[in-house]
């Protein structure tokens, strides 16, 4: 591996790029959360995408994979680089017209049998990823592993596959019932 | 045709990303050929020669900024900024939020994979312009309008391949009379941006 990334400097990097942001959040799968991490913010900057793509690439180089897939919007990019550096083929997954699944555009590439990694830049519970993983496995893919730039879950690792994290971040998600942020009064910003 | 422009339809036709056949577009108009760079896209050695080919003709592009406003066109418009100093947007948070101001003075340009009617481009900068940002011009891989050209409402285009798209009322479709069946086009794509 060409390069490691700290735990420190990913957060720097996020921090520095304005990608971090804190405050009162609601998340997509309906938590409050006081951190917030907007990768698109990251990825604006092509070499800092490209090293954690580099690293992600580099978690991988003990299996054998046919192809990197990642979740519309924040994994297409980062499966993309991950892809390039590994040397194989990038597809996405993207919501389908039901909205509660993803479908892979039919033009993208699966072969009965092939191995593929899974990326995602933020994985909280993991449902966006996991929904691009039944997609491919749809499609006659076998899933190998996960990667993940920040893990912010908690407790659990949330895919029956191996899952290797960049860095993992202990963030609380609160219900919005038992929420410290909603009872200080501090205003909610949807995300 | 010139040595680029051949060798990005060989990449796009090496891959199946330019297929001939008989299809429906929208409104119902039938088409005889289809581009979906995905198709390329998913090569990410080809798609770095795809953005290399179009990097060529950016002569004179004076921009800070790519905005890649479709998911299809992600992989292009990275390849494009990375061969640059410029950062690179794409439709996802915090971008798409309305409250999302650009820097001072960001000049875009806009790159998508293909432009048919430009209502894709036309939306793109629109957007732009209401995040406080100024459109320099468009940079696409492929230019199916029929008269092409290196203009597009009074800004600078610049595309790697012209391959206009001819389309048929389907009572004045050659496909339609050979009797050949019409393949569906994706109809899972949801709505591009817009």
């Not at chain 1, 913010?41 to 978690?59: H, K, Y």
């Amino acid at each position: 591996m060409s390069q490691d990334l700290s735990r420190d400097k990913i957060l720097k990097m996020y921090e520095d790029t304005g990608a971090m942001r804190t405050g009162h959040f609601l998340l997509a799968a309906g938590g409050h959360t006081d951190r917030f991490f907007q990768s698109a913010t990251v990825m604006q900057f092509p070499d800092s995408a490209r090293q954690l793509g580099e690293c992600i690439a580099g978690l991988w180089g003990d299996v054998s994979i046919d192809f990197v897939i990642g979740p519309a919007m924040g994994g297409v990019i980062l499966a993309a680089i991950t892809a390039q550096f590994m040397g194989v083929r990038a597809l996405f997954a993207e919501k389908d017209a039901s909205g509660s699944g993803m479908f892979i555009r039919p033009g993208m590439t699966v072969r009965d049998g092939e191995r593929f990694l899974a990326v995602e830049d933020v994985v909280t519970t993991g449902t966006s990823v996991m929904k691009a993983i039944r997609a491919a496995e749809a499609a006659g893919g076998v899933c190998v592993g996960v990667s993940a730039v920040i893990d912010r879950n908690e407790g659990e690792t949330p895919f029956p596959y191996p899952y290797r994290p960049l860095t993992s971040l202990r963030v609380l998600t609160y219900d919005p019932d038992d929420c410290p942020l909603c009872q200080r009064g501090v205003p909610l910003e949807k995300i | 045709m010139g040595v680029r422009e051949s060798e990005l339809r060989d990449l796009l036709g090496e891959t199946g990303a330019y297929r001939e056949g008989h299809f429906e577009a929208a409104q119902g108009q039938h088409i005889l050929s289809y581009v979906h760079c995905e198709r390329l896209f998913q090569y990410p050695a080809l798609a770095s020669r795809a953005a290399n080919l179009l990097f060529e003709v950016l002569e004179g592009v004076d921009a800070t900024f790519v905005f890649a406003p479709s998911i299809s066109a992600l992989p292009l418009g990275f390849e494009l900024a990375r061969r640059t100093t410029w950062q690179f947007a794409v439709h996802a948070l915090p971008f798409t939020l309305a409250t999302y101001r650009f820097p001072p003075k960001t000049r875009v340009l806009v790159v998508d994979d293909v432009v048919v009617s430009g209502r894709s481009l036309r939306h793109a900068r629109e957007w732009c312009r209401q995040r406080g940002a100024e459109v320099a011009g468009f940079a696409v891989l492929v230019d199916r309008r029929p008269q092409g050209g290196s203009e597009f409402e009074g800004l600078r285009l610049w595309s790697g391949l012209h391959a206009p798209v001819r389309t048929f009322t389907p009572e004045d479709c050659p496909a339609c009379r050979d009797g050949i069946p019409i393949e569906p086009v994706d109809p899972n794509y949801p709505e591009r941006m817009g």
